[in-house]
């Protein structure tokens, strides 16, 4: 293992270890570096900011560098840059729309679409435009990995009856939601618009929080051939793929 390699480590090691950080002998077990190793490159990470070594309790926490480092990377992180080759994945196995969508206050946004270029049905689904929360796939996959305040706003108002699918009692929908996020996904069964179904799942940041959802939609007849679990199985995967990029 490289020295870089061995710095790394020690640094994910740390990081992992939450406010308390980690003393020497406890980062030595942690990584498996040898300690002569590990005394060297601490010294060094400590010097380079790094990290930082707490005098009083001598454990080592993350530095500044690392906050700055993280700090520019999240701000210039584009969603749908990063989850673009994903979308057309998804697309390419199936054919059908794929769509990425996050929240903005208390509705959807699509902010990128793929399709074929001879698709002659026009969606509810185009870049730019909001989506109601309560009766799209993404927008359930969002309202479950969100916040409780979310929830409790959106389900105390009227919730908009679209399709004879449409869930309108909020009882109904907050138990949906717990499902949602047991499963990890959401299914729009004609809910929104007659004749297609929708399966959604989460793309996450890297501290957990929820960063968007991605979906694929479909017309109703093919569950009706053949069900939809190749597609919940390909969302789910894709968006857990996302999320790790």
Not at 34 to 50: F, G, I, M, N, W
Not at 67 to 91: E, K, M
Request: aromatic share 6%; charged share 20%.
């Amino acid at each position: 293992m490289s020295a870089l390699s061995k710095g790394f480590k020690i640094i994910d090691a740390v990081t992992a270890a939450g406010s308390g950080g980690l003393p020497f002998a406890g980062i030595v077990a942690a990584t498996g570096v040898a300690k002569a190793s590990t005394h060297r490159l601490l010294q060094e990470l400590v010097d380079l900011s790094a990290l930082r070594l707490d005098a009083q309790t001598r454990h080592y926490h993350g530095g500044l560098l690392l906050a700055r480092i993280g700090a520019t990377i999240t701000a210039n992180y584009d969603l749908r840059n990063a989850v673009r080759p994903f979308l057309q994945s998804l697309h390419d196995e199936f054919g059908h729309v794929a769509t990425l969508g996050v929240l903005n206050n208390d509705v959807g946004v699509y902010i990128d679409k793929i399709e074929a270029s001879g698709f002659g049905l026009r969606l509810h689904s185009e870049i730019g435009k909001s989506f109601p929360l309560h009766c799209t796939a993404m927008g359930k996959v969002l309202l479950s990995f969100s916040d409780a305040a979310l929830v409790r706003r959106v389900t105390k108002r009227k919730l908009e009856k679209f399709t004879p699918r449409t869930i309108t009692d909020a009882s109904k929908l907050r138990q949906e939601l717990k499902q949602v996020e047991a499963d990890g996904y959401a299914i729009d069964n004609e809910e929104i618009t007659r004749g297609f179904v929708c399966v959604a799942a989460p793309i996450f940041r890297i501290d957990g929080s929820i960063a968007g959802a991605m979906s694929c939609t479909f017309p109703s007849y093919i569950c009706q051939e053949r069900g939809m679990q190749a597609e919940i199985d390909a969302v789910r995967r894709l968006a857990a793929a996302a999320s790790a990029c």
